[in-house]
T-cell receptor, first 114, second 115 residues
Framework: ETGVTQSPTHLIKTRGQQVTLRCSSQ?????VSWYQQALGQGPQFIFQ???????GRGNFPPRFSGLQFPNYSSELNVNALELDDSALYLC?????????????FGPGTRLTVL | AQSVTQLGSHVSVSEGALVLLRCNYS??????LFWYVQYPNQGLQLLLK??????LVKGINGFEAEFKKSETSFHLTKPSAHMSDAAEYFC?????????????FGTGTRLKVLA
């Protein structure tokens, strides 16, 4: 069984640019959540996708957007990059949106904004 | 909203000594609680979780945690630290709000193991 994978592993962008991060969920999982982990902080919830629809959002501006595809893989898009967007972005998949279903995390994509 | 507090952003122990990492949570409903470990430049690895049932939970690599409802705590322990335990540890509580299921993480504790 393949776990959660993310690409790319590292990315360097400049302020104002746009970026797309990708996540493949674990087999059989229809729910994907994205988290941002700034340096020295715990991960913070960005949003969640369930069966191709956004299913809740954290305190992040609209320039953070996402997609989920029919195979349940997902993308995180960030427009108009700011220096503070530099962080590790973690994707997590779960069997459903139920609380008792564990979220399985990918290795993350480290984004650096210069 | 639920929250997680991890006391001590940095903890140092000697190799072979007891590891104790503290986590307190606030929750209005019975919580699901997790401990994750993160090694440098890596993602999160689940150490253990509490959902229901036995309050003493055993995890991987010799770690365990005890859910104490009266103290709203879920401290992580290991009897004897190993050099390979040096990493950052995160406590998390799961929350469901308006059908959205997410984790709320603490700010983490960096564990240093001294030879």
């Amino acid at each position: 069984e393949t776990g959660v994978t993310q690409s790319p592993t590292h990315l360097i962008k400049t302020r104002g640019q746009q970026v797309t991060l990708r996540c493949s969920s674990q087999s059989g999982h229809n729910t994907v959540s994205w988290y941002q982990q700034a340096l020295g902080q715990g991960p913070q919830f960005i949003f969640q996708y369930y069966r191709e629809e956004e299913n809740g959002r954290g305190n992040f501006p609209p320039r953070f957007s996402g997609l989920q595809f029919p195979n349940y893989s997902s993308e995180l898009n960030v427009n108009a990059l700011e220096l503070d967007d530099s962080a590790l972005y973690l994707c997590a998949s779960s069997l459903t949106t139920n609380t008792y279903n564990e979220q399985f995390f990918g290795p993350g994509t480290r984004l650096t904004v210069l | 909203a639920q929250s997680v507090t991890q006391l001590g952003s940095h903890v140092s122990v000697s190799e072979g000594a007891l590891v104790l990492l503290r986590c307190n949570y606030s929750s209005s409903v019975p919580p699901y609680l997790f401990w994750y470990v993160q090694y440098p430049n890596q993602g999160l690895q689940l150490l253990l979780k509490y959902t229901t049932g036995a309050t003493l939970v055993k995890g991987i690599n010799g770690f365990e945690a005890e859910f104490k409802k009266s103290e709203t705590s879920f401290h992580l322990t290991k009897p004897s630290a190993h050099m390979s335990d040096a990493a950052e540890y995160f406590c998390a509580v799961s929350e469901t709000t308006s059908g959205t299921y997410k984790y709320i993480f603490g700010t983490g504790t960096r564990l240093k193991v001294l030879a």
